[in-house]
């Protein structure tokens, strides 16, 4: 359970407007719930537990809103094929990061707005910028803009966690400003940073051939020591273009 300030922010962070739905992921004892249903009552509430499910049945009270019992992993695509504005909250534990944000991505009927609190390492990872930028930043750039709002501490919780959390925005690209090619530039990245220590043109040239990746960084202006970790989205669009990735 998240402190009530830490909750309140949450919840306006989201820039409800009248008529959207919001998606919330793993309510727990219904804290967030509650403070959302404050300013609308679209509210669909997806809880694993069980025993925990029940008790939020029991406890919201709101004809309009819904628990519905699952595994986000599994339900979500289903719930977002049937809504129009929405916009999706939770607390997102670490081993559940990476998959979610994966399945936002390839979301058809994408939310408008996602904001998670998850470890912070994590939000530092994925907020990175060239020329420090890692796998993860450089994918969740091309369809959305991710921002840090605060950070949370141990002591926010109860009961405490082991670890340091921070609240993220993500700001989803617009349906016809997402690149048709999103597929080819992730599977792009991907071979860019399979071993990370080692230079762009080293591991691209496990894709391609070598001449072919040397013609397209003169194109660019990169030299042979260029790292993946130095680029921005922009150039990974590029890039992608003049390499035989589609």
């Not at 220590?197 to 013609?215: A, G, H, M």
Request: hydrophobic share 40%; glycine share 4%; net charge positive.
């Amino acid at each position: 359970m998240v402190n009530k300030m830490a909750l309140e922010k949450i919840a306006k962070a989201l820039e409800i407007k009248k008529g959207e739905t919001v998606i919330e992921i793993g309510a727990g004892s219904g804290s967030l719930t509650r403070e959302i249903l404050k300013i609308t009552d679209q509210v669909r509430t997806i809880e694993k537990d069980p025993r925990l499910a029940e008790i939020l049945k029991s406890k919201i009270q709101n004809p309009k809103s819904k628990i519905i019992e699952g595994d986000v992993r599994e339900v979500l695509l289903e719930i977002a094929k049937k809504l129009k504005n929405y916009k999706v909250v939770g607390n997102i534990p670490y081993y559940l990061t990476g998959q979610l944000l994966r399945i936002f991505q390839q979301l058809k009927n994408s939310p408008k707005l996602i904001v998670l609190t998850i470890q912070k390492e994590v939000a530092q990872r994925i907020t990175a910028r060239p020329p420090k930028t890692n796998q993860l930043a450089s994918i969740v750039n091309l369809w959305a803009k991710p921002k840090i709002l605060f950070h949370l501490k141990p002591k926010d919780f109860y009961p405490s966690p082991k670890v340091h959390s921070s609240v993220i925005k993500l700001e989803i690209s617009p349906e016809g400003q997402r690149l048709k090619n999103e597929e080819s530039v992730i599977s792009l990245i991907k071979t860019a940073f399979q071993q990370p220590r080692k230079t762009l043109l080293n591991n691209l040239s496990r894709k391609f051939p070598k001449n072919i990746v040397q013609e397209a960084f003169k194109q660019l202006n990169f030299n042979e020591k260029t790292r993946p970790q130095e680029l921005g989205q922009e150039l990974w669009i590029k890039l992608a273009k003049i390499l035989p990735c589609f």
